[in-house]
């Protein structure tokens, strides 16, 4: 058993879907993936039946502002990209950062992101994004 | 980038205090671990640097990560007994000046407390004050 902590992920992007780099400065990220399900029930059931059908995910990714972090810039601005082909790519380590391995990988769209300054601590971002295509689990 | 160098943190915060103190009016200053005998119905400063709790900022293990380290720095400014404070107060206004939100080196001074007058001088025979100010440092990895 080898249980892991938050300190060891990791978050690593590419507005363009080349080469993933790791953001610095992430301080967590989450990712909900939800599979929706069709009734396939029929007369003269009594217990209702599904199939499984599309799958999507969306989650965050929270930062601690530093403008001259690597990768952050990138990552922030990339909510701005207007008609955006949803290229950019993703990929969640829970830890190391040898992709394919311990992480989760997708394309997907940052469709939010607000930076926050409170007086006494630190300036810190949330993005939102939501997956587009297929997700790639390699949490075994 | 390093772990951080606590005895760069320690001359960025003491430094500025030696540099301001050297100033017209000039008072002794002692830090941490340093003999000083008083001269009687003096001024003069005592400097205590501690470092206290770490915490963790960033994703990233040993490498692209960040801690956040925080620190005491303790202030005490002894004057002459039974001639009112204002000579201590005087003294106090320059130190809280040197800190108060400033960012140095990477070091973050929070706003000062104080100077609070100490009903129990240490040593004996002074009108002590204490000006406290919390700090904290960026470390990178």
């Known amino acids: ?140 | 980038m390093a772990a951080l160098n606590l005895n760069t943190v320690r001359a960025t915060i003491e430094g500025r205090l030696a540099t301001e103190l050297a100033n017209t009016p000039a008072i002794p200053v002692v830090f941490h671990n340093m003999p000083y005998e008083p001269t009687p119905n003096s001024s003069w400063v005592q400097c205590q640097t501690t470092f206290g709790a770490s915490e963790y900022l960033t994703h990233g293990d040993t490498t692209d990560s960040r801690n956040r380290l925080f620190g005491l720095l303790t202030i005490n400014i002894f004057s002459a007994p039974g001639v009112g404070p204002g000579a201590n107060y005087v003294i106090g206004d320059r130190i809280r000046d040197l800190y108060n939100r400033v960012t140095v080196s990477g070091v973050f001074f929070d706003a000062p407390t104080g100077p609070e007058v100490l009903v129990s001088p240490s040593p004996e025979g002074y009108f002590q004050t204490q000006v406290r100010v919390t700090f904290e440092s960026i470390e990178e990895l």
């Not at chain 1, 502002?65 to 949803?86: I, K, R, S």
């Open chain 1, 1 to 140: 058993m080898a249980t892991i902590r938050g300190e060891s992920g990791a978050v690593q992007f590419d507005a363009a879907g080349s080469t993933n780099a790791t953001i610095v400065g992430t301080r967590s990220w989450s990712l909900t993936v939800t599979k929706e399900t069709l009734d396939t029930s029929v007369h003269g059931d009594t217990f209702r039946q599904f199939v499984g059908s599309m799958v999507s995910g969306s989650g965050t990714v929270e930062l601690v502002y530093d403008p001259d972090a690597t990768g952050q810039a990138g990552f922030l601005e990339d909510v701005v990209t207007t008609g955006d082909p949803a290229d950019a790519t993703f990929e969640l380590f829970t830890t190391g950062t040898t992709s394919g391995t311990d992480s989760v990988s997708f394309a997907g769209i940052i469709t939010d992101m607000e930076i926050s300054s409170t007086v006494g601590e630190l300036v810190v971002v949330s993005c939102s994004f939501i997956t587009s295509g297929t997700i790639t689990s390699n949490l075994e």
